[in-house]
């Protein structure tokens, strides 16, 4: 039997499935199902997005290494004030991304034993040619990573070693590093319907339906999520509502 895929391709029928399993409030929101762990669309995805890795890490982090700012020194008594250069913050993240890429390059051929158990790589020089080498032995191999590896099956979070969420938390976070994240503009939305509060907003994390967004309410106790069409025919009925009281 096929299980849900545990990306973020599905955050809204969990969200969906845990308000009906505290509430009793049915939904008809369908899961993506995994293929057989993962779906095809966020393997697709994270490969694109492991694709692009090599460039964002030598061009642009590059620039931020060239004319990045230095951090201001600072101490406490008893604490050694440690002076950094420009771009050293840079720096450090790539070595962290990189070294994350070397881990999931090894534990993927290990686990395939393409490489022994035992074997241990040499770390490589941070250039394009070195990232974009572990890049294509990853892209060879991400339908079996995204699929077979051990961990293919843990829902996608901060620090679990699930492929496609590696990869895709790097990817977002060179994003976020060099300024280069989608800045959204602020869209002023009806009130929840359930909580009544301020708080929905288009939903920057779940897969869209038709080509358009979930509404969800960012209220940590409410977290009511709607498709775009359910939101307009709320907001039909709620203009509604207020015409026939005035």
Request: charged letters at 25%.
């Amino acid at each position: 039997m096929p299980t849900p895929c545990p990306g973020p391709c599905n955050n809204a029928w969990r969200r969906a499935e845990t308000t009906r399993e505290q509430t009793g409030v049915e939904h008809h929101i369908q899961p993506a199902w995994g293929q057989p762990a993962q779906c095809w669309g966020c393997v697709d995805n994270t490969r694109a997005q492991l694709a692009a890795l090599p460039r964002l890490l030598t061009d642009d982090m590059r620039l931020e290494a060239l004319y990045g700012t230095a951090t201001k020194l600072t101490g406490t008594i008893g604490r050694i004030s440690v002076a950094s250069w420009p771009g050293q913050a840079s720096m450090l993240f790539v070595d962290a991304i990189v070294s994350g890429m070397e881990e999931l390059q090894a534990d993927v051929l290990k686990l395939q034993n393409i490489w022994h158990a035992d074997y241990e790589p040499v770390p490589v020089v941070r250039n394009r040619k070195n990232l974009s080498g572990i890049t294509r032995v990853l892209i060879a191999h991400w339908d079996w990573a995204m699929q077979n590896h051990p961990a293919a099956d843990e829902p996608w979070g901060r620090d679990n070693a699930n492929p496609g969420s590696q990869v895709s938390g790097w990817y977002r976070s060179v994003l976020r590093f060099t300024k280069q994240d989608e800045q959204r503009d602020v869209q002023r939305l009806a009130p929840c319907p359930r909580c009544k509060g301020p708080y929905l907003v288009e939903s920057r994390d779940l897969r869209l339906v038709d080509d358009r967004p979930y509404i969800e309410c960012k209220d940590p106790d409410c977290q009511r999520v709607m498709t775009s069409a359910e939101y307009d025919e709320y907001v039909k009925t709620l203009t509604g509502q207020i015409k026939a009281a005035a």
